[in-house]
């Protein structure tokens, strides 16, 4: 059979490439059959990632026992959870856009048949899906799995956790020895962060687009049966080249409403929102926009109890079931529709050999849901005429009004949450964070978690043109767009106007002229001059369309 990697090694005038191929160890049997890259976005810092050079050990055995040769490519990954509250943070969605286009640029590169790309912390996941979406090379996506619970005093503990005792110890609640003890409990091993967070939301996602095989991606990163699924998954890879069975085949119209209905009734991460506009960016399906994921959210109850608004984590839903028990409840109540996935086999099929387990009380049934509507909503008004996100989890104010509190960056409004200067009825305004004004869209997880730490996540409310973490929750609005760097009505918002958020009429307004003031505005001064970071923001779109940078040029 013809494939794409005979334009390296087929011929008499590929001999010198074949003549370098030898040198790595590989012969005519080699060149004749698959040549598969194994894309691997492993690093040590931090225990995300930190596994991801052994998983690949069963991916590449499993890759030669179906016939085909792996070759090995690296890139970076950038920690949400390490990053978070610093500068560092603005190269987290960056990060998402260097690997999507390392990826490109690896298998293109060098005319390979597929590609298995193993992922762990959050922006190394959607960065696959947008890979495989761009390419349309046949390829599967391995999540690299959870990280345990810590614990401490008798109760589970995720990062999400340490972040908010930051705020308890600063509130005076705790002292500075628990948390310390706090810090040292929280993250036990390997793994991704452990509660329904951004990482687990996007490996969920993966696995409801068809991308991940079933199952794979709930498997715990320390569990015993990861690197059996890994073997499988590096057969899947040389089936799916064999077969010729392509992403842009499991990535539609159709999938993606699947994973966002997923993501909904676990009231998952809003950067899902993010990454799953991005991906289909990249697929070129502009019939899915950021008004389905309302639409979807105001029909969709929350069925599984999971952090951060609630009790369980990534590790007991793999206990109770795993994602296919999430989808055998959507399947059940008409939910979900059909689709391809990588194995060759349908969703459907897939999800109808789920194990519950008995007596789990993680994933409830839709007539006894957590919530009665999913966790996140689409808002529009004259400070957000592209739309922007709510976050609900965790909370059921679908209405808040109060005074506004402007702030120029994270830090300036870290810094007064930390000296304990936010009262009950502030609407907390941080803007010059978006894409291109931050740049790069910062999480703000650290003052998110202080207010929790404080008891002030219901009391008062939060806005941005920034983003949240997986692990945050409250009244939080963020992807506010059009941002502030490029002129939106949050850069003409002044402290002590009134702002009224309604989620049920799906309106975020201001009492003030802000077109009037707006005849006054400057842009800000770019942040950076040169270098990535102002490549990025050269580059970047509206957090409406997934903020991805490869857009038409021409448009």
């Known amino acids: 059979m ?41 690093t040590n810092m931090g225990p995300c990632n930190m596994d991801l050079d052994k998983l690949a050990v069963p991916v590449r055995a499993g890759i030669r026992a179906a016939g085909g040769t792996p070759v090995d490519f690296n890139s970076i990954a950038v920690s949400d959870g390490i990053t978070m509250g610093s500068e560092g943070m603005r190269a987290s969605l960056m990060s998402r856009e260097v ?4 990826i490109e640029l690896a298998v293109k590169g060098h005319s390979l048949d597929g590609v298995i790309i193993l992922v762990g912390c ?24 959870s990280i345990m619970p810590g614990n401490h005093k008798g109760t589970d503990l995720s990062v999400q956790d340490v972040f908010e005792a930051v705020g308890a110890c600063a509130a005076g609640i705790i002292d500075e020895a628990e948390l310390k003890d706090i810090e040292k409990a929280a993250c036990p091993g390997a793994g991704a962060c452990g509660g329904q967070f951004t990482a687990n939301s996007m490996a969920m996602a993966m696995t409801f687009l068809g991308l991940s095989p079933m199952g794979l991606n709930d498997i715990p990163a320390v569990h015993g049966d990861k690197n059996d699924a890994a073997f499988k998954a590096g057969q899947t890879v040389v089936a799916c080249v064999k077969e ?76 109770a079931g795993g994602s296919a028990l999430i989808g055998k409840r959507l399947i059940d109540d008409g939910r979900i529709d059909d689709s391809p996935t990588v194995t060759g086999r349908s969703m459907f099929e897939e999800i109808l050999d789920c194990q519950e387990t008995d007596g789990q009380d993680v994933v409830r049934q839709f007539a006894d849901p957590v919530k009665s509507r999913g966790g996140y909503g689409i808002l529009y008004g004259d400070m957000a005429p592209e739309g922007c996100v709510v976050k609900l989890a965790g909370h059921g104010a679908l209405f808040f009004e109060g005074t506004a509190r402007v702030f120029e960056s994270e830090e300036a409004c870290f810094e007064v949450v930390q000296n304990n200067g936010v009262k009950k009825g502030d609407v907390i305004i941080i803007r010059n964070e978006g894409p291109a004004g931050g740049p790069g869209m910062r999480e703000m997880l650290g003052v998110t978690a202080a207010l929790v730490g404080q008891d002030l996540a219901d009391h008062v409310a939060l806005i941005t043109d920034g983003r949240f973490s997986g692990a945050s929750y409250g009244f939080v609005i963020g992807h506010v767009a059009p941002e502030a760097a490029h002129g939106g009505p949050i850069a003409h918002v002044r402290d002590g106007d009134k702002v009224t958020i309604d989620v049920e ?29 102002a490549k990025f923001a050269k580059l970047v779109g509206s957090a409406s369309k997934g903020a991805v940078t490869s857009f038409p040029f021409d448009t």
């Open 2 to 42: 013809s494939k794409r990697s005979d334009a390296i090694v087929k011929g008499p005038s590929r001999a010198a490439a074949r003549a370098m191929l030898r040198a790595s160890g590989m012969d005519d049997d080699n060149f004749d059959g698959p040549i598969i890259a194994v894309f691997n976005t492993w």
């Open 122 to 145: 959050d922006k190394t996941i959607p960065a696959a899906g947008m890979a495989l979406a761009r390419m349309n090379v046949p390829g599967v996506v391995v999540y690299g799995g």
């Open 244 to 319: 010729n069975r392509l992403p842009r085949e499991m990535i539609t119209h159709k999938s993606l409403m699947n994973a966002a209905i997923a993501l909904s009734a676990t009231a998952a991460s809003t950067n899902a929102i993010l990454h799953l506009l991005a991906i289909a960016t990249e697929a070129g399906i502009d019939s899915f926009n950021i008004d389905h994921f309302d639409e979807i959210s105001r029909n969709t109850p929350v069925i599984g109890d999971l952090k951060p608004g609630g009790k369980y984590m990534a590790f007991n839903l793999y206990e």
């Open 99 to 102: 690997i999507c286009d390392s």
């Open 505 to 533: 009429a799906r309106t975020i307004n201001v009492d003030a002229d802000l077109t009037a003031r707006a005849k006054d505005w400057t842009p800000p001064k770019p942040r950076y001059p040169s270098g990535a970071y």
